[in-house]
């Protein structure tokens, strides 16, 4: 679909214009974390040992994650373990507000924090949508990635209504990998 593609190049232009940004890598592949120029496999601490802290009963230290981009900006890397995450959190109170308890120690101290999410609707992107104050939705210009954006309407819709995050904004609907010789009927 293009949301890491999206993620990574929206941070570094918002970092080029003198904002502080913050990119959160929420994806298990570490894509957003390579691209980034890290290494998923060998960088410590991520997100995900913030989350295994509050899993775990402990309070997180998320400032010992960020690491500074070449790009200009902060990232809060993943590793392939955060997806042991969305079994952890089955069993904790108030599971889908963990990232932003997570994140409050550190939200003041940037203009965007933008977190690129993996392609499934799991106990992280809910995560991700109760700490967001907006949600840029990147779909691929066919009939079946149409059918996916209203999966994660639906799911932006749930959000609001069980009072998860109400104010939840949609920011934009971004259109990616277009191909203009193509009619979509």
């Known amino acids: 679909v293009g949301k890491t593609t999206t993620a990574i190049n929206l941070a570094a232009a918002l970092a080029e214009a003198g904002k502080r940004v913050l990119a959160i890598d929420l994806d298990a592949q570490g894509n957003l974390t390579q691209h980034a120029g890290f290494d998923p496999e060998t960088l410590s601490p991520t997100i995900y040992n913030a989350f295994r802290d509050e899993i775990d009963g402990y309070e997180s230290d998320i400032t010992t994650a960020v690491h500074h981009s070449a790009e200009g900006f902060d990232l809060l890397p ?101 191909d203009t010789r193509t009619i979509l009927m």
Not at 121 to 130: E, S
């Open 78 to 178: 993943s590793q392939p373990e955060l997806s042991l995450t969305e079994i952890g959190l089955m069993n904790v109170i108030s599971r889908e507000k963990v990232l932003e308890l997570i994140l409050q120690p550190i939200r003041d101290q940037y203009d965007y924090i933008l977190i690129d999410c993996n392609p499934s609707l799991g106990l992280l992107v809910i995560n991700a949508l109760t700490a967001a104050d907006s949600v840029l939705i990147p779909v691929q210009t066919e009939y079946l990635a149409a059918r996916g954006a209203n999966m994660i309407l639906s799911t932006i819709d749930t959000v609001r209504r069980k009072q998860l995050n109400p104010n939840l904004y949609i920011e934009g609907v971004l259109l990616t990998m277009a």
